[in-house]
C-alpha cells in the first residue's frame, strides 16, 4: 500500500482544519487516518497514481495549510519518502524507481511529550475559528460544518487514536554518492526521515 503523510503549516492545526471542512473530510472518509508525526495526517491508498490523485483532490488544502505531501511506495523503499513532485513524476512515467535516489532532504525526527502535543491540539482547536485562515471556504464550493459537530467530533476522534510522538525538524538538503546518504547533523535527534526530491527542488 502507498502511504500518503501531509505535515501541517507551523501555526496550523492540520487535523482540523481538513476534517471541518466538507469536500476535504469527505474526499479523505474512506480513509483510516493515521497521525506518524505531530500536525500531520497519513492515509494508506492503493497505488502512486491514487496518492497523487488524492493529492490533487486536496490541492485547494494543501496549497493553504500544508508545509510537506508526502508519498511512500514500498516498491521503492519501505523506509524513504517521496515528495509530492518526484511521485506526480514518477506516476507520469517521466522517471524510473531507481533514478529517484540521488536528490534528497533528511528531516530530524525530536520526539515531543504526548501530553503537550494534546494540549497544544486543543489549544489551536479552540483557537481556530471559521475565520481564521483569512481564506473563504465559497471559493473552493466547500463549506464548514458547524452544525455538524458530531460528525467532526467523531472523524478527530478517529484521528487522534494514536498520538504522534515524534515531530519533523529542520531538513538538511543532501545528495546520495555511491549509494550513501550523508549524516543528518544539523541538531542531536532520536532519528531521521529522507525524503527522496527532484532535482529543480534541490537545486537552490
Known amino acids: 500500500m502507498t502511504r500518503v503523510c501531509l505535515v ?10 481538513l476534517l471541518s471542512r466538507e469536500t476535504s473530510r469527505e474526499a479523505l472518509a474512506t480513509y483510516d487516518l493515521e497521525r506518524p508525526f505531530e500536525n500531520s495526517l497519513a492515509v494508506r491508498t492503493v497505488s502512486v497514481g491514487a496518492a497523487v490523485s488524492l493529492l490533487n483532490d486536496l490541492n485547494w488544502y494543501l496549497t493553504r495549510f500544508v508545509d510537506e505531501a508526502l ?5 521503492i523503499s519501505d523506509a524513504e519518502w517521496l515528495s509530492r513532485p518526484l511521485a506526480e513524476r514518477l506516476r507520469n512515467g517521466e522517471i524510473e524507481s531507481a533514478e529517484t535516489a540521488e536528490f534528497c532532504k533528511i528531516y530530524g525526527l525530536e520526539r515531543i511529550d504526548a501530553g503537550a502535543d494534546a494540549t497544544a491540539d486543543d489549544a489551536t482547536d479552540a483557537s481556530s475559528g471559521p475565520d481564521s485562515t483569512g481564506t473563504s471556504d465559497a471559493a473552493n464550493g466547500d463549506k464548514r460544518q458547524g452544525d455538524d459537530d458530531a460528525d467532526d467530533s467523531s472523524e478527530a476522534d478517529r484521528a487522534r487514536a494514536a498520538e504522534p510522538t515524534h515531530r519533523l525538524v529542520e531538513p538538511l538538503y543532501v545528495r546520495r554518492t555511491g549509494g550513501e546518504l550523508p549524516e543528518y547533523d544539523l541538531r542531536d535527534v532520536e532519528d531521521t526521515l529522507v525524503v ?8 537552490p
Not at 8 to 16: K, M, R
Open 196 to 203: 527522496r526530491l527532484t532535482e529543480a527542488e534541490y537545486s
Open 71 to 75: 508519498v511512500q511506495e514500498p516498491s
Open 8 to 17: 501541517g503549516e507551523a501555526g496550523s492545526n492540520l487535523q482540523y482544519e
